[in-house]
């Protein structure tokens, strides 16, 4: 039987409760993620995907065997029904540029793992226009080639938040390679990025500072964090903190204490372009 007690001193179970995720395409990073947070103890869901799973994505994504042929959305139930049944999962099999669909006015942590800056822009699009109703939320926009791995975290709706990112998007004089990210994708890119995200949704979760960008060179070992006051940490993937997770957390708060979930999206976003590119 499922249990999180190993976990829930550092992710107690009211923030897992309180979570509810909006996940918007369930491929190379999405299926990853999905794995790790149900394992969490996260348990509502909204899963959105038009595709389905083929051969090559067993190869990538966290998919098995028989999952082929089968809607990824309907399979990405399946990544939760084998850790053990959530609260609640919505499953919605569709392309996000059809008329009819909306981003959820529910969730508050959203997750748009798509493999094209169009469909960023189309979600982000939608989600400005629900303007005062829209839900206090973490946004991740995380991007992935080949061994290469980088992910956007914002704290919305803060108004310069919306405006900084929308501009971002619409910046006509970035030139992005429109390749899918998943066409370089490797299965353990997709796991290090679904790594980091989740790290980054307990903290958020817990109320403790999250940075607004994580890079990651897997095939380097390299990782690199920014923060909102614009310093950069580097380390080496693998080296951990030793110590208490308590006393961990505490310290990172005071190594950044102009750190907090107010992210300031106008700087964050127009540093680095699309990971596609590498």
């Known amino acids: 039987m499922f249990s999180r007690s190993r976990f829930s001193r550092l992710l107690p179970d009211e923030a897992a409760s309180a979570a509810h995720i909006e996940l918007v395409g369930c491929g190379g990073v999405g299926s990853w993620t999905l794995a790790l947070l149900r394992r969490?103890?996260?348990?509502?869901?909204?899963?959105?995907?038009?595709?389905?799973?083929?051969?090559?994505?067993?190869?990538t994504q966290a998919f098995v065997g028989t999952d082929e042929g089968q809607s990824?959305?309907?399979?990405?139930?399946?990544?939760?029904?084998?850790?053990?049944?959530?609260?609640?999962?919505?499953?919605?099999?569709?392309?996000?540029?059809?008329?009819?669909?909306?981003p959820s006015q529910l969730a508050n942590v959203r997750i748009v793992a798509v493999d094209n800056m169009e469909a960023r822009r189309l979600y982000f699009a939608k989600l400005a226009r629900q303007g005062g109703s829209l839900q206090p939320c973490l946004y991740v926009d995380p991007r992935m080639s080949f061994e290469y791995f980088e992910g956007w975290f914002l704290n919305l709706p803060q108004e310069h938040s919306l405006a900084g990112y929308s501009e971002y998007l619409n910046d006509a004089s970035r030139k992005y390679i429109e390749e899918p990210c998943g066409a370089r994708a490797i299965a353990y890119t997709g796991a290090f990025a679904a790594s980091c995200i989740a790290s980054v949704i307990r903290r958020y979760l817990i109320g403790v500072p999250f940075p607004f960008c994580v890079r990651g060179d897997v095939g380097g070992f390299t990782v690199s964090t920014s923060w909102r006051d614009g310093e950069e940490y580097h380390d080496e993937l693998g080296?951990?903190?030793?110590?208490?997770?308590?006393?961990?957390?505490?310290?990172?708060?005071?190594?950044?204490?102009?750190?907090?979930?107010?992210?300031?999206?106008?700087?964050?976003?127009?540093?680095v372009d699309d990971a596609t590119q590498r």
């Open 239 to 271: 080296t951990l903190t030793e110590g208490d997770p308590d006393e961990n957390e505490q310290r990172s708060t005071q190594e950044n204490p102009t750190q907090d979930r107010d992210v300031d999206a106008a700087s964050a976003v127009g540093s």
């Open 72 to 102: 990824k959305v309907d399979a990405a139930m399946g990544i939760i029904r084998a850790v053990g049944r959530a609260t609640r999962v919505d499953t919605i099999q569709t392309d996000i540029t059809e008329p009819s669909w909306n």
């Open 40 to 59: 969490m103890g996260l348990l509502r869901y909204e899963l959105i995907d038009r595709d389905h799973v083929d051969g090559n994505n067993l190869a």
